[in-house]
Structures are given as structure tokens and as C-alpha cells.
């Protein structure tokens, strides 16, 4: 089992940083990708960014050159810097893994952590 635990929200003005945290406490075995998705009211979530155990990265378009992902281990901890914050980047932020189970990737969410931007 997967369980993620996120940190680091909160209120920010625009322009200004913050830094989320996702740790999964639970198993590391097979975890191939973990990353951030964003939900706007009445909106799907939306990817934000993403990191595979094999090196790979994505960000979204709208984040690219403000937003970056890392992490101490891929499969354990990762972190999204959230930099010159614009008010459109306000929302519920989500970590996500995904995790190889026999015959099938399984994935697993963070509970949310709501971001604000504004003066």
C-alpha cells in the first residue's frame, strides 16, 4: 500500500513562493512515477508536474519556468517549488503515484492541500 502525506500549502501572495511536500509512507517497491495534479472548482485535476523513477520529467506549459519538481528519492519523497505565484495558481494541489502491481499500474492520491494566491 501507497499513502501519501502532503505538506507546504497555503496562503502566498502573487509573485511570491512555496514549497509542497509529498512523502509516501508506505511501500516504495515498484513505484514508478510520482508528481503533482491540481483541481480548480467545478474542474478536473490537472497534471502540474511529474517525475518517473527513470529520470523522466514533465511539467505543464502553464507552470514551465516558475514551477519545478524533485525529490530526495522518487519513490519516496517528492517536492513541488512553486515560484512567482499568480493567482490562476490557486487550488487544491494533489500528489500522485503510480505503482506497479501484477498486470496493471495501480495509483494512489494525496488528500489535497489547498494553495491561495492573493494580496
Known amino acids: 500500500q501507497v499513502y501519501l502525506v502532503e505538506s507546504g500549502g497555503g496562503l502566498a501572495q502573487p509573485g511570491g513562493s512555496l514549497r509542497l511536500s509529498c512523502v509516501n509512507s508506505?511501500?516504495?517497491?515498484?513505484?514508478?512515477?510520482m508528481g503533482w495534479y491540481r483541481q480548480f472548482p467545478g474542474k478536473q485535476r490537472e497534471l502540474v508536474a511529474v517525475?518517473?523513477?527513470?529520470?523522466?520529467?514533465n511539467i505543464a506549459d502553464s507552470v514551465k519556468g516558475r514551477f519545478t519538481i524533485s525529490g530526495d528519492n522518487v519513490k519516496n519523497t517528492v517536492y513541488l517549488q512553486m515560484n512567482s505565484l499568480k493567482p490562476e495558481d490557486t487550488a487544491v494541489y494533489y500528489c500522485?503515484?503510480?505503482?506497479?502491481?501484477?498486470?496493471?499500474?495501480?495509483?494512489?492520491w494525496g488528500q489535497g492541500t489547498q494553495v491561495t494566491v492573493s494580496s
Open positions: 500522485r503515484a503510480e505503482k506497479r502491481v501484477p498486470g496493471d499500474t495501480a495509483v494512489y
Open positions: 508506505g511501500s516504495i517497491t515498484s513505484i514508478k512515477s
Open positions: 517525475t518517473t523513477s527513470d529520470g523522466f520529467t
